[in-house]
């Protein structure tokens, strides 16, 4: 079974802080993916990865970076948090290849910025 | 960019009964066509999925339909049951060669016992 873990279930911050989101997959996926979900708004795609060291844009990039140093793991990096960065996070990964593949999700991080 | 709609926004259903959620998009090069349920609690999983050279896919109780042409897929569930209560994500993948899907904004069922 395909695992994919992030670093916490809730995370509370202040406005301003840095802040990291960890993400690690066990299936040796070559794409992973961040995602944050909002009320309405279904998931919107913020950072994606085909490869290490490699990283793209999604729809809503603008105050997040991502980083991707091994294959196993993805990390989203909040520069400095701000209030209408509280969000649910997801973390995805999928199979080698860009078609047709399942993306295989994490449990979320519910990030409150306060 | 791909605009995708669900509808509708939330389903209330009796067990037993049919659901049907639809997802309309605007990329005519969308290609593929998956759908994904979210527990509570949990990250979303794919249930089914459909590529456009096919029409329809069943596997057990729930399938989907693709009419190309008026770009719409539907995700049908036959035969409600509790545990079929969650949220429901169409994702066309838009054209292009990236593995990029883009979600709908979610269909909320519930199946009253």
């Known amino acids: 079974d395909v695992k994919v873990t992030q670093s916490s279930r809730y995370l509370v911050k202040r406005t301003g802080e840095k802040v990291f989101l960890e993400c690690v997959q066990d299936m040796d996926h070559e794409n992973m993916f961040w995602y944050r979900q909002d009320p309405g708004l279904g998931l919107r795609l913020i950072y994606f990865s085909y490869d290490v060291k490699m990283k793209e844009k999604g729809d809503i990039p603008e105050g997040y970076s991502v980083s991707r140093e091994k294959k196993e793991r993805f990390s989203l990096i909040l520069e400095s948090a701000s209030t209408n960065q509280t969000s649910m996070y997801l973390c995805?990964?999928?199979?080698?290849?860009?078609?047709?593949?399942?993306?295989?999700f994490g449990p979320g991080t519910r990030l409150t910025v306060l | 960019g791909e605009n995708v709609e669900q509808h509708p926004s939330t389903l209330s259903v009796q067990e037993g009964d049919s659901a049907v959620i639809k997802c309309t998009y605007s990329d005519s090069a969308s290609n593929y066509f998956p759908w994904y349920k979210q527990e509570l609690g949990k990250g979303p999983q794919l249930i089914i999925d459909i590529r456009s050279n096919v029409g329809e896919k069943k596997d057990q109780r729930i399938a989907v339909t693709l009419n190309k042409t008026a770009k719409h897929f539907s995700l049908h569930i036959t035969e409600t049951q509790p545990e079929d209560s969650a949220v429901y994500f169409c994702a066309p993948r838009g054209g292009g060669a990236t593995n990029k899907l883009i979600f709908g904004t979610g269909t909320l069922l519930a199946v009253q016992p």
């Open positions: 995805a990964s999928s199979p080698p290849g860009r078609l047709y593949n399942e993306q295989f």
